[in-house]
């Protein structure tokens, strides 16, 4: 969270979080109030904006694979307590075991909320967990009223936090938009800002050693749509296989996210 004085920035990880906080940084009008990074709001200021980032789900997966490959992060640190390190190898093999154990809700659950009473990870994935985690104030009390898909829009209807969604695979168009649109009046230097993109080429993109999101089999793929449903439901990304009805077989088909 990176809160200023009349807005917030809800910083979901593996989401471009470091170029939209330096962007945000430079051209705010306001001071910063509040900055601790991925964590929630613990009550929602009815004055104050509050943007959100966001990113396709696999892709995010695979960030997140990429960061532990590189010796990196809490989850690597807890599998390798276990003896589950070997994922690890920088493969599309070592990402797909990876990938199905995170599917896998009781697995997921342990491996990064601990044992629970309740299973959030029965209804939803892990990236919706981080994405609805930071989408409301004090959220661990919201988590104890979801118990299905419905219970989350209701929710995010009449609690949820955001009002301005940025996209990475958008990022430049959406900041743009930001600053030029409905509340530019936050922002200073618009023409500068709207030129930030073309001038400062550094990013915070993992460096890919060779996995190519075309060999997964299709049915991963959908496996990844089915629990990160709210990707496709709520944040408007286009669904990776048209007909969840119709299961792929495993097959080694390649699917096309």
């Not at 659950?109 to 209804?123: E, S």
């Not at 209807?157 to 695979?169: I, P, Q």
């Not at 996995?211 to 997964?216: A, G, K, P, R, V």
């Amino acid at each position: 969270m990176l809160e200023f004085e009349n807005f917030v920035y809800l910083d979901v990880e593996k989401t471009g979080s470091t170029t939209v906080r330096r962007f945000l940084r430079k051209f705010a009008r306001t001071k910063i109030v509040t900055d601790v990074k991925h964590e929630p709001v613990k009550t929602q200021n009815p004055n104050k904006l509050y943007i959100i980032s966001c990113r396709d789900p696999l892709k995010q997966y695979l960030s997140l694979y990429l960061h532990g490959n590189a010796g990196n992060g809490r989850l690597l640190a807890r599998l390798r307590r276990v003896d589950m390190g070997d994922f690890y190898d920088g493969t599309i093999g070592g990402f797909s075991a990876w990938l199905e154990l995170l599917l896998e809700s009781a697995s997921s659950d342990y491996h990064f909320r601990g044992a629970t009473k309740r299973r959030l990870m029965d209804i939803m994935g892990l990236q919706t967990l981080r994405f609805l985690t930071l989408a409301f104030a004090s959220p661990l009390e919201v988590f104890e009223t979801l118990h299905d898909k419905a219970d989350v829009a209701k929710r995010l209807k009449t609690d949820g936090l955001y009002k301005v969604v940025l996209k990475t695979e958008t990022l430049a168009d959406d900041l743009k938009k930001l600053v030029t649109g409905k509340y530019a009046k936050f922002f200073h230097d618009q023409d500068e800002a709207v030129a930030f993109f073309d001038e400062d080429r550094r990013s915070n993109v993992s460096t890919n050693p060779g996995i190519d999101l075309n060999d997964l089999s299709l049915e991963l793929v959908a496996r990844v749509q089915e629990r990160e449903w709210f990707f496709f439901d709520h944040l408007g990304y286009r669904p990776y296989v048209a007909d969840l009805r119709v299961r792929p077989s495993p097959s080694g088909r390649k699917g096309k996210p």
